[in-house]
């Protein structure tokens, strides 16, 4: 067997044995390329490339666990529906999430994103209300911002209320094409 | 296995995701089970190398020595397989034809085969893995200076070997 083959061996082996903690794959978008993370329980992170997929998978195995494989099929789910929603015929996701890397009132805030439909936005005051806080409107931004599941938990559609955008993760340009792409 | 043995020089980092450490340190790791138990088994001891490395990674410490810690798991691997007669030290009749796009030099291996076990051992460990003598001498037993002269000899011999097919 060469070394690939051996990858995918090891994978194999990892994963029956109960030993894959953490599976990844990148997918490409028009918003560049993501990393999607998933644990057994489910989609764990979404990274953009602006913020580093190795910053990413280092976070992962601080916080989740080093045991940490390079394991496309866990994520097969999640890269098809992202494929699916990037092409126009999908306007929710619908697989499991681990929001382990969010607590607190950034759980709260997380929580809430999935209720803000398609093609529609609310502004950080409106989320803030909604999670339980009318005055944290910034900790709403900075949640947002720290979203680890983005896209897939549409933090994009959260903007400011004078109507701009506000902070991205994965920067402006992309928070721009998403909702362009959702308002078409 | 005592892990805190491994704790060694290397410079602090954060805690590695580990594909890191298989894309790192898979070729050499395959190379050393080549060397040691032929290209027949050496893919069951890469497998169960590596399958037990992850398990196990989650406390190795980040200042560890990845390349000792990797080696003495396929070590003690091929020992299990040797004491179980499962895999025998490797015979040479045991190496396959095969093609030389997959960095298998038939020559060389075949050399390699033909050493003294603690010979083949050393040359695989100190020249293949990087292993310091007293790492080997932890890793096979016996003594430093012991690691030394089983891997010098070793090489000679390889040398002879090789230059007389040539």
New interface residues.
Partial sequence: ???QE??A??VA??DR?G?LD?A?RTVDTPVGSLLLAATDKGLVRVAFDSSGHDAA??Q???AV??????APKRLDPVAHQLDEYFAGRRTTFDVPLDLRLATGFRLAVIEHLPAIQYGRTETYAQVATAAGSPKAVRAVGTACAMNPVPVVVPCHRVIRSDGSYGQYAGGVEAKHTLLAMEAA | MAISRFVGTRRLRGVRPFEEIVVEYGPMVLRVCRAVLGPVDADDAWSETFLSALRAYPDLPADANVEAWLVTIAHRKALDGWRAGKRRPLAVAEVPERATADEWRGDVWDAVAELPHKQRLAVAYHHLAGLSYREIAAITGGTEAAARRAAADGMKRLRATVEEKV
């Avoid at chain 1, 666990?65 to 390079?70: E, G, I």
């Fill in positions: 067997m060469n070394i051996l990858h061996r090891l082996d990892a044995e030993l953490v990844y998978l280092t992962l195995a601080e666990s080093p045991r940490v494989l390079a």
